[in-house]
């Protein structure tokens, strides 16, 4: 039990975050639970800013991925002990409190601000895993903000031929230094990728994208629909998307991460924790590669962090809150 005052971000308002004192849970931990002081969190730019900070729903607490320092353990958990480091689907929030199946071990030496990033990874290691494509075949992946980043890394390690498109200059120049194929637009025009293209990851959540995805896939090629579309981005009309799926034989689909379990299942290939885990171990690995990618920041700074995001002025992909260095 923490016995301290615990901060949180609290969106109070349309585009207002603030640290705010909060209350947790204070009553003996359960058996097979633990909690501990938090070390990370990461924003993630799409759900946060469309669903929290420039939602409607007030106040709201954001955040789903933290890295913290265990402190405590319930009496039927045995294998994760006070000091180890664990990843949890946690809030942004100074203390963390959740159930043994509901964490994963942090490899031993990483900086738990590159741990925490194993929760925007297993996004499109759903994506992975349910798809029907397979390597050496072609992938496009539209958008390159983090999440986009993310999937040309991991799928480009699994053996895929990989294209990144985004129109944003800085974005494709971050990808090109990570050893990724760059390009402003989706090549529809190249003979040597458009229609031999076995699966578009589309995260921008642009409707033109779409689209275009399905332009430029093979014939029952495959477009996962990662990128939420929030609002309207385009004018565009039906007939032109309906009519490029059915002759193409598109097989277009949300690319929902929770299409596969939490936890592992018999008869289920995948799970979002089995996600997290390996996310973690490529990282350790590097076969997935984070740096230079994020900045960190006190928790203090949410309000200046989510607008620099919001309005895309924002130095790197990404931005982690620094627990570790208060508030």
Known sequence: MSGRTE???????????????????????????????????????????????????????????????????????????????????????????????????????????????????????????????????????????????????????????????????????????MGLRAMAAVPLDDPQVSGQVDLVIECSGHEQAVLEACKVVRKRGEVAMVGVPWKQMADLQAFGLLHTIFHKYVVLRSGWEWEVPHQPTDFVMGSLFGQFAGALRWLCEGRVRVEGLYQKTAPGDCQQAYQHLLHKTAEKLAVVFDWSAGM
Not at 13 to 34: C, N
Not at 59 to 76: I, K, T
Not at 101 to 129: C, D
């Open 7 to 177: 901060y949180g971000v609290v969106v109070t308002a349309q585009e207002t975050a603030e640290l705010q004192p909060i209350d947790v849970d204070a009553s003996p931990l359960g058996p097979k639970e633990v909690a501990g002081h938090t070390l990370t969190t990461i924003i993630s730019a799409g759900t946060e800013l469309a669903w929290n900070y420039t939602g409607k729903e007030f106040p709201s607490r954001p955040g789903y991925a933290a890295v913290f320092a265990v402190e405590a353990v319930g009496p039927e958990v045995g294998d994760v002990r006070p000091g180890d480091v664990v990843f949890c689907m946690g809030k942004h929030q100074s203390y963390q409190r959740t159930t043994r199946q509901n964490v994963v071990p942090v490899p031993k030496g990483m900086a738990p601000e590159v741990a925490v990033f194993a929760r925007m990874m297993g996004i499109s290691m759903s994506t992975l895993t349910t798809t029907t494509a397979r390597p050496p075949g072609k992938v496009v992946v539209t958008g390159l903000g983090l999440v986009g980043h993310l999937a040309a890394q991991i799928f480009a390690g699994c053996g895929y031929e990989v294209i990144g498109c985004d129109p944003v200059a800085a974005r494709r120049e971050i990808a090109e230094r």
